[in-house]
């Protein structure tokens, strides 16, 4: 099996940028970090330094985007954009600095991250770290709504979106993720939302910093935008949800996974299930692999 070495950005990476939500200006700097470092956000905010580590146990919220937090006030949201282009290129370990709550739309895709973290380089660390497979089916459910990961040797995807509009009525879309994949073909789609719900969110004061420049915008019968970047935008920018979402598990993952009207609540409600099923098989294996050893050496003495 192949074996996969822990990864760095070669330089730092300024990016300047929109919250999405927010409508505030952001900047954002990425900062090359130690093997074992993992992703941490250091958030700059009335002039404390707040560390918030990239991790499944400091979600805090799912609903319209996906935040981390450090347990009390202190949040970073919208993470998942960023997350899918460090998952691409497989970076490890980056320390993300921010002075704001949102992470900077850009264009509404991932593709600018990418671009950015490509042109300061990559370094390859001597450490390795461990894929996650799984050895049998996981999914999650709410209603109508699923998401499965069956094991694989590769990581793959079907995602069928099925909102009640005639142009995303059961968009559907099965593919092969691999970096060059990705990078062409997924990394590049943009954010999407509904006309008649933008007046909504900014009531609820989300939204504020949407544009024709950083999504597509579905009006009751079809696109607001001048061009699409792919016929099935849409779906595609759901499977690059689904990974940024998954990438907060801190490791590589190979599996199919099968989405039906998915998002970042089952997002992260599987990657929980898995890691505790892989944690947990990890342990049991680590455990049955001592048992004997130890037995044996007290048996001798
Ligand atoms: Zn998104």
Request: proline share 4%.
């Amino acid at each position: 099996m192949k074996i996969i070495h822990r990864k760095t950005i070669k330089d730092s990476l300024p990016l300047k940028g929109i919250g999405l939500h927010s409508g505030k200006t952001v900047t954002l700097k990425l900062h090359p970090a130690e093997a074992g470092t993992g992703l941490i956000f250091f958030l700059y905010r009335a002039g404390q330094k707040v560390r918030i580590p990239i991790s499944l146990d400091h979600v805090v919220d799912t609903s319209n985007a996906t935040t981390i937090g450090d347990g009390g006030s202190n949040r970073v949201q919208t993470i998942e954009h960023l997350l899918a282009a460090v998952y691409t290129l497989g970076i490890t370990d980056c320390i993300l600095e921010i002075d704001s709550v949102e992470v900077p739309i850009m264009d509404g895709s991932a593709g600018p991250f990418l671009d950015g973290i490509r042109s300061v380089g990559i370094t390859e660390l001597k450490e390795t770290i461990e894929p996650i497979r799984i050895n049998s089916p996981m999914w999650v459910v709410d209603g109508d709504k699923y998401l499965v990961m069956l094991p694989s040797d590769e990581l793959k995807v079907t995602y069928n979106i099925d909102f009640n509009h005639p142009l995303l009525k059961g968009q559907s879309y099965t593919t092969k993720l691999d970096e060059s994949i990705l990078t062409n073909d997924i990394l590049p789609a943009r954010t999407f939302g509904f006309l008649k719900d933008v007046e909504a969110l900014q009531a609820r004061g989300l939204a504020l910093g949407g544009s024709l420049d950083n999504a597509v915008v579905l009006t009751d019968d079809g696109y607001l935008n001048e061009s699409l970047r792919f016929e099935n935008e849409c779906v595609r920018h759901k499977i690059l949800d689904l990974v940024g979402d998954l990438a907060v598990m801190g490791r590589p993952f190979y599996g199919h996974l099968i989405a039906s009207k998915a998002g970042h609540a089952l997002d992260i409600s599987l990657a929980k299930c898995i890691m505790s099923k892989v944690t947990g098989d990890e342990l049991t294996h680590f455990k049955s692999k001592r048992i004997p050893l130890f037995s044996k050496r007290e048996a001798n003495s």
